[in-house]
């Protein structure tokens, strides 16, 4: 590849396609791969694993509907569709017959293991194409265990790594040896995928947790929205996993746009000199307490104040005396517990023809902080190119990869105008 595809999207499954960029090209990559035993695309199967060498024969079996995985609908329903009515075209899934790749769909794979090395996989080309500065953005969903009724299941007892590292969803359970895949247990498949990913030498800066709803308590009050579902012994799931993956322990991190107010109180509380909390003057200061003073003066005369305390105390005063300074406490970098507005940047049709597709805002959010003016971002699995459209909208410029055609012709629709108004730009500019 000579020349990177700016503002394209290629169509390809994510691996093939990265294998085609060079090293070191790409300053950022945010995006959400498909989630395991989550979703039917209805993209063209894929081959995983194996030997590019074999000349695969693949023991195909058919499925009606691939995440039909048995249960009633209720403690499983986070981890997939069982219990709904949803039409599949027939699925073809096997493995090969000569090296025991696997031919199949990014996210409905007989296994939980054999999705999270597909998404390491992918994951490693996405570092191997990122900067030396750059960051990358992963968001993952979890999922539960079940299984299917198990009447005409078959277990490959023959491989002994797949039955003891996870259960052929189309397996009865108690065929299975695992201590860690059980019907309703959830999988922590995000956090499995983390730790492979620092098994292979890179940096887990965060897991941040994108909150979609938030209940407050004692108040009995929640604000935001997520997916119902009838499970009467556990939460309801409101959250997913961004983590926060660097090839170094120096990067690009810019949060001077993303910052938050803080509260009027708070600066209020921190004009007040630190020393003051510790003396008998009361006048005008609401956040000094005589039992505050007592105890301190208490350990001063037990020689309990150290050089540090001290010290701390200094430069609080000091930051309060300098107007400069204190302006800068007017603000404070956003925590890793994240709500995204979600704005209205579907039509009810495109909300249709792509149903898992993240916030705007969400975008948005990482691309400011990933991605230097006019740099590049990167998403292998853009699906209806948010992501682009952030880019597009904050001065930066990104490349996506997509297997769906449907998807991509979604996608392109909703760049147009962002690509055009960019285009009159650069003219007007010459």
Same mark, same amino acid.
């Given at each position: =590849?000579?020349?990177?595809?700016?503002?394209?999207?290629?169509?390809?499954?994510?691996?093939?396609?990265?294998?085609?960029?060079?090293?070191?090209?790409?300053?950022?990559?945010?995006?959400?791969?498909?989630?395991?035993?989550?979703?039917?695309?209805?993209?063209?199967?894929?081959?995983?694993?194996?030997?590019?060498?074999?000349?695969?024969?693949?023991?195909?079996?058919?499925?009606?509907?691939? =995440?039909?995985?048995?249960?009633?609908?209720?403690?499983? $329903?986070?981890?997939?569709?069982?219990?709904?009515?949803?039409?599949?075209?027939?699925?073809?899934?096997?493995?090969?017959?000569?090296?025991?790749?696997?031919?199949?769909?990014?996210?409905?794979?007989?296994?939980?293991?054999?999705?999270?090395?597909?998404?390491?996989?992918?994951?490693?080309?996405?570092?191997?194409?990122?900067?030396?500065?750059?960051? =990358?953005?992963?968001?993952?969903?979890?999922?539960?265990?079940?299984?299917?009724?198990?009447?005409? /299941?078959?277990?490959?007892?023959?491989?002994?790594?797949?039955?003891?590292?996870?259960?052929?969803?189309?397996?009865?359970?108690? !065929?299975?040896?695992?201590?860690?895949?059980?019907?309703?247990?959830?999988?922590?498949?995000?956090? $499995?995928?983390?730790? !492979?990913?620092?098994?292979?030498?890179?940096?887990?800066?965060?897991?941040?947790?994108?909150?979609?709803?938030?209940?407050?308590?004692?108040?009995?009050?929640?604000?935001?929205?997520?997916?119902?579902?009838?499970?009467?012994?556990?939460?309801?799931? /409101?959250?997913?996993?961004?983590?926060?993956?660097?090839?170094?322990?120096?990067?690009?991190?810019?949060?001077?746009?993303?910052?938050?107010?803080?509260?009027?109180?708070?600066?209020?509380?921190?004009?007040?000199?630190?020393?003051?909390?510790?003396?008998?003057?009361?006048?005008?200061?609401?956040?000094?307490?005589?039992?505050?003073?007592?105890?301190?003066?208490?350990?001063?005369?037990?020689?309990?104040?150290?050089?540090?305390?001290? $010290?701390?105390?200094?430069?609080?005063?000091?930051?309060?005396?300098?107007?400069?300074?204190?302006?800068?406490?007017?603000?404070?970098?956003?925590?890793?517990?994240?709500?995204?507005?979600?704005?209205?940047?579907?039509?009810?049709?495109?909300?249709?023809?792509?149903?898992?597709?993240?916030?705007?805002?969400?975008?948005?959010?990482?691309?400011?902080?990933?991605?230097?003016?006019?740099?590049?971002?990167?998403?292998?699995?853009?699906?209806?190119?948010?992501?682009?459209? /952030?880019?597009?909208?904050?001065?930066?410029?990104?490349?996506?990869?997509?297997?769906?055609?449907?998807?991509?012709?979604?996608?392109?629709?909703?760049?147009?105008?962002?690509?055009?108004?960019?285009?009159?730009?650069?003219?007007?500019?010459?």
């Amino acid at each position: =590849m000579k020349e990177l595809p700016l503002n394209q999207i290629l169509q390809g499954d994510a691996l093939s396609v990265l294998k085609g960029f060079p090293d070191d090209c790409i300053d950022c990559c945010i995006t959400s791969p498909p989630y395991y035993a989550l979703r039917q695309y209805g993209t063209n199967p894929l081959i995983f694993g194996g030997s590019k060498e074999c000349n695969h024969e693949f023991n195909i079996k058919e499925i009606k509907d691939p =995440m039909d995985r048995g249960g009633n609908g209720d403690h499983d $329903r986070e981890g997939g569709l069982s219990g709904t009515k949803i039409d599949y075209e027939n699925y073809r899934i096997g493995y090969c017959k000569k090296c025991n790749a696997w031919q199949g769909q990014m996210g409905l794979e007989p296994t939980p293991q054999e999705y999270i090395n597909h998404i390491v996989e992918i994951v490693n080309e996405c570092m191997r194409v990122l900067k030396p500065t750059g960051v =990358m953005f992963l968001n993952l969903g979890d999922s539960y265990g079940s299984h299917r009724s198990g009447k005409d /299941a078959d277990l490959d007892k023959d491989n002994e790594d797949r039955v003891n590292s996870m259960v052929i969803r189309n397996a009865p359970l108690k !065929a299975v040896k695992s201590k860690w895949f059980k019907e309703k247990q959830k999988l922590l498949i995000p956090h $499995r995928i983390a730790i !492979a990913l620092q098994e292979l030498g890179f940096w887990i800066r965060d897991d941040i947790t994108w909150a979609k709803k938030i209940l407050i308590y004692p108040d009995k009050e929640s604000i935001g929205s997520t997916m119902p579902f009838p499970c009467k012994d556990k939460l309801l799931p /409101a959250t997913e996993y961004i983590f926060q993956i660097t090839k170094s322990p120096k990067y690009y991190f810019d949060l001077s746009q993303v910052k938050t107010r803080i509260k009027q109180s708070t600066i209020e509380r921190a004009s007040k000199p630190i020393s003051s909390t510790y003396t008998n003057q009361l006048e005008n200061n609401p956040y000094v307490s005589q039992k505050g003073m007592d105890a301190y003066y208490k350990r001063l005369n037990n020689g309990f104040v150290s050089i540090d305390e001290e $010290r701390r105390i200094k430069i609080r005063e000091d930051i309060t005396q300098n107007k400069k300074s204190f302006d800068n406490l007017i603000e404070a970098n956003p925590t890793n517990a994240i709500m995204f507005k979600r704005m209205n940047q579907h039509s009810k049709k495109e909300i249709q023809e792509h149903f898992a597709s993240f916030p705007l805002s969400l975008a948005e959010f990482f691309i400011k902080i990933g991605v230097p003016l006019n740099g590049v971002v990167l998403d292998p699995f853009i699906g209806s190119g948010t992501v682009g459209i /952030a880019a597009l909208q904050n001065g930066r410029r990104f490349i996506g990869i997509e297997l769906s055609e449907k998807f991509i012709n979604l996608a392109n629709r909703r760049l147009k105008p962002y690509l055009e108004q960019k285009r009159i730009g650069e003219e007007n500019e010459m």
